[in-house]
């Protein structure tokens, strides 16, 4: 028994965080599977993201009738905000070294959390993240047979950026250490599309380890947004086409708006002035094109053509100005020339003023 309690002991805290919106049909079975988990100590966070259901009263009931080892945390948005929202929530609620995230409509294996815990106490170096595969189950929890691999690496922060990090490991199979939240401060509060927020400050941070076995069944069922695009009648599937191309680049405006930020807010040892120079480009310009596209699909034309000619006509001038800079750098030579004579004649002037 003493010997349990020691090793319980330096065991470290982790954050199961459980987040929801509007999942009353699969909810129940992701809760089950979070208070199923075999490691300990371990905080259950149930968020749910101001649901119109019975998802939060699903969620309620099931905490206050719990009596098993883990301790439980609640938290829930009057209003739907988004997927940020309640991540920050839980790193201000929960006080766990490691985060292992869940989808609502998703099911966690019993030893999912223990076998991510042992993976990052062995690591040989540090790391900022674990991923795990997932293996694909229907609406009723059937079996589909699929394994999916989400080990895919991006040697450089700019073909990471570029892609958004696609394959390696969504939110779904993904654990984070505490720092993914300290170091860059709070998500915003509307990202939705938290992946690949999170996976740029990972690879700020010194990467992650990847376990190839599957700990997730991930859930196929008509309201994913991959299922969007389902053949179907021209008409209908021209009608998801559009709605899931403004719902895709409208999130991706704040995905990009996040890691905008986090990549300008602090240095990372890891990466050179270079790498992150060049990501940061990446950056704007996938931001950039998300907005127009946003824009064109949803049939916002607040911004009109003029406007957007306007400004690439600006970007044109200030592009050529810069590369005939670079030509014939003489250019830029007389110019610091020209600026340095004003501020002479700046400066005197003052001097004259004062002196009166």
């Known amino acids: 028994m003493r010997q349990i309690e020691t090793e319980q002991k330096h065991k470290p805290t982790v954050a199961f965080v459980l987040y929801a919106y509007n999942e009353e049909r699969f909810i129940r079975e992701a809760v089950e599977s979070a208070f199923a988990q075999t490691y300990s100590p371990l905080e259950v966070v149930l968020s749910d993201d101001g ?11 099931m905490a206050e009738a719990y009596q098993g080892p883990h301790k439980i945390i609640l938290n829930r948005n009057e209003r739907n905000i988004g997927i940020g929202s309640q991540l920050n929530a839980a790193y201000a609620k929960a006080q766990g070294v490691l985060f292992v995230l869940a989808n609502a409509d998703d099911i966690s294996y019993p030893n ?38 989400m080990d895919r690496e991006f040697q450089t922060l700019e073909d990471g950026v570029r892609n958004r990090f696609s394959g390696s490991g969504g939110a779904v199979c993904l654990a984070v250490t505490r720092e993914v939240f300290s170091y860059f401060g709070p998500l915003l509060p509307t990202l939705i599309l938290e992946d690949a927020a999170l996976h740029l400050r990972i690879k700020l941070l010194g990467g992650r380890i990847h376990l190839k076995e599957p700990l997730v069944k991930y859930r196929i069922h008509q309201n994913n947004i991959s299922q969007a695009y389902a053949v179907d009648a021209f008409d209908r599937w021209k009608e998801r086409f559009y709605r899931i191309g403004v719902w895709q680049r409208s999130e991706g405006v704040k995905a990009y708006t996040q890691m905008l930020a986090d990549i300008c807010s ?55 100005k810069l590369s005939m800079k670079r030509i014939f750098p003489i250019l830029e030579y007389r110019s610091l020339r020209w600026n340095y004579r004003s501020a002479l004649k700046a400066s005197k002037y003052n001097q004259l003023g004062s002196v009166k």
């Open 266 to 320: 602090q240095s990372a040892e890891s990466w050179s002035d270079i790498d992150r120079s060049r990501a940061r480009w990446i950056v704007m310009e996938k931001l950039i094109e998300n907005e127009i596209l946003s824009r064109y699909y949803s049939g916002d034309r607040a911004v009109s053509l003029a406007h957007e000619w306007q400004t690439l006509w600006a970007w044109a001038k200030l592009l050529f």
């Open 112 to 149: 999912r959390v223990e076998k991510i815990v042992d993976a990052w106490l062995h690591a040989r170096t540090k790391v900022a993240a674990i991923t795990t595969e997932i293996v694909t189950i229907d609406e009723f929890g059937n079996l589909l047979g699929s394994h999916i691999q």
């Open 51 to 61: 649901s119109t259901d019975n998802t939060f009263k699903i969620v309620q009931e």
